[in-house]
């Protein structure tokens, strides 16, 4: 089975016209010229359900599951709709209050709100709102996960292109370690690898084995480094810890960001295999039935 690890929610109107018009800042750029040029070869699809679209570009991946991840109350909502309509395709993660709160107050919001679905993890957005990942926050957040054995896939690295926050400055996933130490049995997920902390991230992935990490974004905005750090991955931790994902600005890039993956040609078929999918199933707790 293959598995995306690393999907958002697209809003409705998220076409190939809101990419170019939402990053046309960035004309010239070599990511946007790429990604834009492949867009525009992309087959036409007339379909204004935004989840139907979103599928259809699944299955033209030859995904079989994606892993949802919302990055607010709101979509925690939207969250519902997505798992409702297709719940054999969609995996869910939770967002969770990342404000200042009592321990308790999250805690038990915590509580409330992982009694509507069947998470199978978390989603760090702290580094969106100014905080690092050593805040004292995160402790009954990750508790909680600790006793649901909920996943905690992190945001660490670069955001998307012209995002108007400091992000940089609070996403390196080495602020994260004392928890990482903390909470030993917990399985987090670093994502885009870290980068351009990817070093690091790297070598934390050695130093702990509850360390896992995505590749999402990286197939389309730089290719080229994502085979040099899957080869230096490679080579220092094996290829069982990393995941596939795609988080793509719209439903078209997940077969995009598929295809780049593809261009990776020094993978083994079992290695490629195990990123794709086998690593993923087995974090995730699912059978080849499921």
């Excluded at 709101?74 to 209050?97: G, H, M, R, S, T």
């Excluded at 050593?134 to 402790?139: A, D, G």
């Excluded at 084995?209 to 590749?215: A, G």
């Excluded at 890039?253 to 690593?279: P, T």
């Amino acid at each position: 089975m293959r598995i995306d690890f690393h999907c958002h929610m697209f809003q409705k109107g998220y076409k190939i016209e809101y990419m170019e018009k939402a990053f046309k800042i960035f004309e010239g750029y070599g990511f946007y010229e790429r990604i834009t040029q492949i867009l525009r070869k992309a087959e036409p699809l007339k379909e204004s359900n935004i989840i139907e679209k979103t599928l259809y570009y699944i299955g033209k991946a030859k995904l079989g599951k994606v892993v949802l991840l919302p990055v607010s109350a709101k979509e925690n909502q939207q969250l519902k709709e997505w798992i409702d309509y297709a719940p054999d395709v969609f995996i869910p993660f939770y967002n969770p209050p990342e404000k200042d709160k009592s321990n308790s107050e999250i805690t038990a919001q915590l509580e409330r709100e992982l009694k509507e679905l069947s998470y199978k993890g978390l989603k760090l957005m702290i580094t969106f709102r100014n905080k690092h990942f050593y805040n004292k926050i995160l402790n009954p957040i990750l508790e909680v996960a600790h006793a649901h054995n909920l996943i905690v896939l992190m945001h660490t690295g670069w955001p998307p292109p012209g995002t108007k926050k400091p992000v940089l400055s609070y996403s390196n996933p080495v602020d994260m370690d004392e928890y990482f130490n903390s909470f030993p049995k917990v399985k987090f997920v670093i994502a885009h690898m870290g980068f351009p902390f990817s070093d690091m991230a790297i070598a934390l992935a050695t130093q702990y084995p509850n360390i896992y990490l995505d590749i999402s974004n990286l197939p389309y905005m730089a290719p080229l480094k994502l085979k040099e750090l899957l080869l230096v991955a490679k080579d220092i931790i094996g290829t069982h810890k990393i995941l596939f994902g795609t988080d793509g600005f719209v439903p078209e890039m997940i077969e995009i960001a598929v295809d780049y993956f593809n261009q990776v040609d020094y993978l083994s078929n079992k290695e490629i295999d195990q990123i794709m999918g086998l690593n993923a199933m087995k974090l995730l707790g699912l059978s080849a039935i499921d």
